[in-house]
């Protein structure tokens, strides 16, 4: 058994200090079972704990990390960043830069506003929408989570299907109901929304690929009927990028299948490691974000110089030729061997994929949608969880999360992975 002394000392103390002891619900492993692993540092594709124990990491901080932990070319221009000032609140020419990289580099962005966590992006993207429509009301999908902004914690997957929390305390009635849902992948539903408020539809957001209750892939021509009926109803449609961004392409999901939204919303990758999100989108929306415009947004550390640095070096270094084609084979490669480890164990276990994210589903048949990713058992989940990280791997702490594979992962980390899957599987 690896010792967990100091994790469980910490532990205890964080405990009293902060409300479950941590600072973002999934970590406390509530959904796994066991305490949580205290972190120390990490290096590459692998982290080591307060008590020196060494994991193969696939949390990768739940997605910001594609060059894995601690990348040298991060951490350099993050000390130089840091020498020069770590915060000014005026304009820098390092916004430029990342803001021209990610006009660039995403199809549907013509401009760009920097904020400071997904969170911010969704929530501030779903106000620009209502101004620029004169209409109150979205329309979300059940089993996407978009940050934690009232009205968009209704049905958000993740943390909030771990804790089995129908939605959150603390939330107007009123303003919940501005908030409609349909299920993941059923395009009848959404017609039927659309044939009962659609003058009234601000927007239709929606992770692209959902990543958020486990990996679950939209159904050929979704995304494609979504940018559709929108644009028949004066609708905007919104791709929560904050996952797929950067990570499925250099121009997300939206590349990677084609179908541009109006808005886009970036978190995760596009800050390096550091807190940073974005929204962007068509010129013409755009306008209307202040002080150019009447929609009001504004942050004390938005375009952070350290963020952006991290950003700019991420994104540059994604830009090589051939990164994407090396982290989807990465990522093909795992859940390949990951599903002949669950027929060698002769498991039940469905793998889904796409590029480096990928989830490992304790069911019959492959999700697609809230209701039927529900049916995983999650308690068989947490038991291989708690396995594998005995094994020296470092899982996502809940049923409904992505694994995340890293340009820093390699073959010897797979080989340890798919061993210590196998008599995981098995056991
Ligand atoms: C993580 C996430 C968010 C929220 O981002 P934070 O930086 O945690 O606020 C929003 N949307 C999606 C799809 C996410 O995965």
């Not at 938005?302 to 989807?328: C, H, Q």
């Not at 589903?361 to 969880?385: C, L, M, Q, T």
Request: charged share 20%; glycine share 12%.
């Amino acid at each position: 058994m690896l010792a967990h002394e100091r994790s469980r000392e910490i532990f205890g103390q964080a405990r009293e200090l902060m409300p479950g002891g941590v600072n973002s619900p999934v970590r406390a492993f509530g959904a796994v079972g066991g305490e949580p692993v205290v972190m120390a540092r990490g290096r590459g594709s692998h982290i080591w704990d307060v008590d020196g124990n060494e994991y193969i990491d696939y949390v990768g901080s739940w997605g910001p990390l594609v060059l894995g932990h601690a990348h040298p070319a991060v951490v350099d221009v993050l000390q130089k960043a840091a020498a020069r000032g770590t915060s000014f609140g005026a304009l820098t020419e390092l916004e430029v830069e990342l803001a021209r990289l990610v006009c660039a580099a995403v199809p549907s962005i013509e401009r760009v506003r920097f904020v400071n966590s997904g969170t911010e992006a969704a929530m501030s993207a779903l106000r620009l929408a209502r101004a620029f429509t004169g209409r109150d009301k979205i329309l979300k999908f059940e089993g996407c989570y978009h940050g934690h902004a009232d009205g968009l914690l209704a049905r958000a997957g993740s943390g909030v299907a771990t804790l089995g929390l129908p939605d959150s305390a603390g939330v107007p009635a009123s303003y919940a109901a501005e908030t409609l849902l349909a299920p993941y992948n059923d395009a009848g539903a959404v017609e039927r929304v659309f044939a009962a408020h659609g003058r009234g539809i601000a927007a239709v957001i929606i992770e692209p690929v959902a990543a958020n209750m486990g990996v679950v892939l939209p159904e050929p021509g979704y995304l494609r009927f979504l940018r559709e009926i929108t644009e028949r109803h004066g609708t905007l449609l919104i791709f929560d990028e904050v996952i797929t961004g950067f990570r499925l392409s250099l121009g997300g999901a939206q590349m990677y299948f084609g179908v541009v939204p109006d808005l886009t919303c970036l978190g995760k990758i596009i800050g390096g490691g550091l807190p940073v999100g974005a929204y962007g989108g068509r010129a013409d929306v755009m306008a209307l974000v202040a002080p150019e415009g009447a929609m009001y947004q504004a942050g004390t550390l938005s375009g952070n110089p350290m963020a952006m640095a991290a950003g700019i070096v991420t994104l540059r270094l994604l830009s090589n030729e051939g990164m994407y084609r090396g982290l989807d084979a990465m990522g093909a490669a795992l859940a390949e061997g990951l599903r002949e480890a669950a027929r060698q164990a002769e498991a039940a276990v469905v793998v889904t994929q796409l590029g480096s994210m990928l989830t490992v589903f304790f069911v019959e048949e492959a999700p697609r949608d809230y209701a039927s990713a529900k049916r995983a058992d999650a308690v068989r989940y947490g038991r291989f969880f708690g396995a594998m990280l005995e094994a020296g791997v470092s899982l996502p702490p809940s049923q409904f999360e992505a694994w995340f594979v890293s340009l820093a992962h390699q073959q010897a980390d797979f080989e340890r992975t798919l061993e210590s899957a196998e008599a995981a599987l098995r056991a």
